[in-house]
């Protein structure tokens, strides 16, 4: 709130009394935190602008039997990196009946990979979790209903 008397006009006492005195640090604290924002988010766009990322894509899926879905999907990445990909299905109720972790050694960078997924009955989804690098994967395990073993992989004729 602004003072009714020139702050020139009052005597140093009176500016000292009512805070007249001070300088307004607020506007001096928001350009500050306002610079700092800026300058961490243009160091992490440059940062992941820079890293070499892992992208994936599924192209389809097809539920082949009641213990069996083939899968393909694109892995894009640089060709001297092992991949880990996580390749879930699930059932009408969302619960996993199929989960396979697939290695992919290194080569080229892009690959196209198919894949018969076993599962412990007829699917009803299939998802490409996550592809990550070697050591980087961040996804949650298989989440089975206890008594459900994690069956075997990949699907094979028996």
């Not at 199929?98 to 892009?110: L, R, S």
Request: glycine share 6%; hydrophobic share 45%.
């Amino acid at each position: 709130m602004s003072s009714p008397f020139p702050p020139d006009r009052l005597s140093p006492e009176m500016k000292a009394r009512y805070g007249l005195d001070q300088r307004r640090v607020s506007p001096i604290a928001v350009a500050v935190i306002v610079v700092i924002v800026f300058l961490a988010g243009v160091a992490f766009a440059g940062i992941m602008a820079v890293r070499d990322n892992v992208e994936f894509q599924l192209i389809r899926w097809t539920v082949v039997g009641p213990d069996r879905a083939d899968a393909t999907f694109d892995v894009s990445r640089d060709g001297n990196d092992e991949v880990i990909c996580i390749l879930r299905a699930q059932d009408s109720k969302r619960i996993d009946v199929g989960y396979a972790e697939i290695v992919i050694p290194p080569g080229e960078n892009v690959v196209t990979i198919d894949y018969s997924l076993r599962t412990v009955a007829p699917a009803f989804a299939v998802e490409v979790l996550a592809c990550e690098r070697q050591g980087e994967l961040r996804v949650p395990g298989p989440q089975f209903p206890p008594g459900i073993a994690v069956p075997e992989q990949p699907w094979t004729a028996d």
